[in-house]
């Protein structure tokens, strides 16, 4: 365990508490603690704190906890209890091996396969660098809950690195917070993979910056800089744990589907509210197709992630940007970038559409959503919203639903509604941060609904690439024809 002094000048670089914010209250004070060779790798600790007491009984517990957890999960150590299991048929497990276990089997079922802690003995193969001796087991594995006993059978090595470390994170922030009741936020990191909880440091929120994968300097901006209340984060990539095979280097995280390095991914970035799952679903997703990942993401309750594709391309989940600050640094929508060649130089898709006439007592004009998602049905552009009154905007309930609650950045009522007549939109082919996007096929949605009256939507795909191209929609309802334009501009 750490002494008093440990705490505040043994963990290094930021040990002297800074002075509050103006946003933290008077008798709080945020103290930073660093410490290397932790599991591994590094351990930051930030604690907001009335006193360097409260803060030194936090981290003590922390950095405690962490020091019990090594010695029962660890695959690198001989005299783990994780060893001790590997080594024999049956065993009784911890109260905490055995939760691991329960998670790791979890997720193995909720992943279809993708997370699997059962691959020791294809990692221990390829860390040799002998790759063609890797094995892939399958059989059954047996957990029996009442008495904790583990069934291990012949050929199964559990490796639990990728749900491990995400649970000592949640066990030592509890364990801080169950020491230390008086302090009123934390922040446990280790090797970038962490959870917070409470009051941050600058504000109301932590801030979280995710590493551009495709930037290797150090001082490269980030992709993006996370807000959040509370939950943890994982990343999962390429770099330094790379396994190195004749000189090659592969990607430490192995597909469970054919025991070989994934291909498909760079890196992986998940939010969740507890790290263990965080931990496991980064590690899942980077073995998984990146769109079936976002597809797994958008159906899992708190989850949202971001993935850098092998091909440069980046991958976000449905609710990914309502977690990004964008008061200052990287916007939400820099996760897009130019999949294909460039538009031809001065083109534009020209949206034309009518608003019908109609004839009613208390008729009032409609409110009109125009948008484009891309062939994996996330949003490039908000192209307009018209309407003066936030509260019916939802009732565009295609785009609210499936984009507008989740986006930020949208100015939903900058324009007063239309009279009857013929109208005109023009997308500059860049999305919502002004970065110009590929050729490639788009889907052109346009939704109108009006109060007291009905609900219209029509949507159409669009090849845009080195010739013109066109397309119309007939009239429906709320909405007159729609005629889609893509070429030079006139």
């Not at 150590?77 to 001790?84: G, V």
């Not at 047996?142 to 559990?158: A, N």
Request: net charge neutral; charged share 20%; with cysteine.
């Amino acid at each position: 365990m750490l002494t008093s002094r440990a705490v505040l000048t043994g963990l290094g670089v930021l040990a002297v508490p800074m002075a509050a914010s103006a946003a933290v209250p008077a008798e709080a004070r945020v103290w930073r603690l660093h410490d290397d060779h932790v599991l591994g790798t590094s351990l930051d600790l930030t604690v907001v704190a009335s006193s360097q007491a409260a803060a030194m009984i936090a981290a003590q517990a922390a950095r405690a906890e962490i020091d019990r957890l090594d010695v029962v999960l660890s695959g690198w150590r001989e005299d783990s209890e994780l060893a001790a299991l590997n080594a024999s048929d049956t065993h009784v497990a911890s109260p905490d091996l055995f939760a691991v276990l329960r998670q790791a089997e979890a997720m193995r079922t909720v992943t279809d396969g993708a997370f699997d802690g059962r691959m020791g003995l294809t990692t221990a193969a390829w860390r040799a660098g002998a790759p063609g001796q890797a094995v892939l087991q399958r059989a059954a594995v047996t957990l029996d809950p009442k008495t904790r006993t583990v069934q291990r059978p012949e050929g199964v090595t559990f490796d639990l690195d990728g749900v491990a470390k995400g649970y000592v994170i949640d066990k030592a922030l509890a364990a801080a917070r169950a020491a230390s009741p008086s302090v009123s936020g934390l922040m446990v990191d280790i090797g970038g993979d962490l959870r917070c909880w409470g009051q941050a440091p600058g504000g109301e929120a932590w801030r979280i910056g995710v590493a551009d994968a495709c930037e290797t300097a150090d001082n490269a901006e980030p992709a993006a800089v996370l807000s959040l209340t509370s939950g943890a984060v994982a990343f999962s990539g390429r770099g330094q744990r790379d396994l190195m095979v004749d000189g090659q280097a592969y990607s430490h995280i192995l597909n469970p589907a054919d025991g070989r390095p994934v291909a498909d991914t760079m890196a992986v970035c998940v939010v969740a509210q507890a790290a263990a799952e965080a931990d496991a679903l980064s590690t899942a997703f980077s073995a998984m197709k990146p769109k079936a990942a976002v597809a797994l993401a958008d159906r899992t309750p708190g989850v949202e992630t971001l993935i850098f594709g092998a091909n440069g391309r980046r991958y976000a989940s449905a609710g990914w940007q309502s977690l990004v600050d964008t008061r200052d640094g990287p916007r939400a929508e820099l996760i897009r970038i130019a999949d294909g060649p460039a538009w031809p130089k001065g083109f534009e898709v020209a949206i034309g559409y009518e608003v019908p006439k109609i004839v009613a007592g208390n008729y009032r004009a409609p409110y009109i959503a125009v948008w484009v998602t891309d062939e994996d049905k996330q949003l490039v552009r908000v192209v307009t919203m018209l309407g003066d009154n936030a509260k019916w905007i939802p009732d565009n309930y295609v785009f609210w639903r499936r984009y507008g609650r989740k986006t930020t950045g949208v100015e939903s009522t900058a324009r007063p509604t239309r009279a009857p007549g013929k109208y005109s939109v023009v997308w500059d082919g860049r999305d919502q941060a002004g970065k110009p996007v590929g050729q490639g096929k788009y889907t052109i949605h346009v939704e109108a609904v009006r109060e007291h009256g009905g609900h219209s939507y029509v949507s159409s795909d669009l090849d845009l690439g080195a010739k013109p191209a066109a397309a119309a929609l007939p009239g429906k309802d709320e909405l007159g024809a729609v005629s889609l334009r893509y070429g030079k501009k006139r």
